[in-house]
């Protein structure tokens, strides 16, 4: 069965500071794996994916993640903070070759941008 | 592209009371998910339905819930009668097949509906 644990509920960084979200996921067969921004009384956008092409994803915004399969690891970074960037994170995981059609989010990280 | 429809955005009901959500996925595509969001359970996986069909209702917390997908176009989350403790946000998203080869599990969110149980 697969899994996603983001390890921390909560992190706060100075604007223009670099973005650190932590992401380990566990799963069964070679996993898609997303991260959605969720912004206050909004719904979930896709800030970027990793199918099983390159193992370094850009998305929108200026975030990128790395995709380390000996880690099971899909960390979300970010080299300077924007006060835009103040939302909830949520690491997704998706065993679409096993075509459930389910996708498992985790539990989320709130990114607080300082002034 | 419209994207992921629904409503209302924000319902205040009484406990007892019946309550419809309303979704309307993006056209072309055949999976709709139902999913609740609250503090402290965060998001769960309420139902959800590949061409119109339920494929898994695990997630349905209670028979007070139901869901219907009549069409493509639309769908319904119905809870009666509602209680307080369901409130919540709940969002409705749908994607493309998993079969395709380009396709790649990517939701789409609508806004959420609000729901509040006095």
């Known amino acids: 069965a697969q899994s996603v644990t983001q390890l921390d509920s909560h992190v706060s960084v100075s604007e223009g500071t670099p973005v650190l979200l932590r992401c380990n996921y566990s799963?069964?067969?070679?996993?898609?794996l997303f991260w959605y921004v969720q912004h206050p009384n909004k719904g979930l956008q896709l800030l970027l994916k990793?199918?099983?092409?390159?193992?370094l994803v850009k998305g929108i915004n200026g975030f990128e993640a790395e995709f380390k399969k000996s880690e099971t690891s899909f960390h979300l970074t970010k080299p300077s903070a924007h006060m835009s960037d103040a939302a909830e994170y949520f690491c997704?995981?998706?065993?679409?070759?096993?075509?459930?059609?389910?996708?498992?989010f985790g539990q989320g990280t709130t990114l607080q941008v300082k002034p | 592209d419209a994207g992921v429809i629904q409503s209302p955005r924000h319902e205040v009901t009484e406990m007892g009371q019946e309550v419809t959500l309303r979704c309307k996925p993006i056209?072309?595509?055949?999976?709709l998910f139902w999913y609740r969001q609250t503090m402290m359970r965060g998001l769960e996986l309420l139902i959800y339905?590949?061409?119109?069909?339920?494929?898994?209702d695990s997630g349905m917390p209670e028979d007070r819930f139901s869901a219907k997908m009549p069409n493509a176009s639309f769908s319904t989350l119905k809870i009666q009668p509602s209680e307080p403790r369901d409130s919540a946000v709940y969002f409705c998203?749908?994607?493309?097949?998993?079969?395709?080869?380009?396709?790649?599990?990517?939701?789409?969110f609508g806004e959420g509906s609000r729901l509040t149980v006095l």
């Open positions: 799963s069964s067969y070679s996993p898609s």
């Open positions: 339905f590949n061409n119109n069909v339920p494929i898994d």
């Open positions: 997704v995981v998706s065993e679409y070759r096993s075509n459930t059609g389910k996708l498992i």
């Open positions: 998203a749908s994607s493309l097949s998993l079969s395709g080869l380009t396709n790649t599990g990517e939701l789409f």
């Open positions: 990793y199918t099983s092409a390159a193992t």
């Open positions: 056209s072309g595509h055949d999976y």
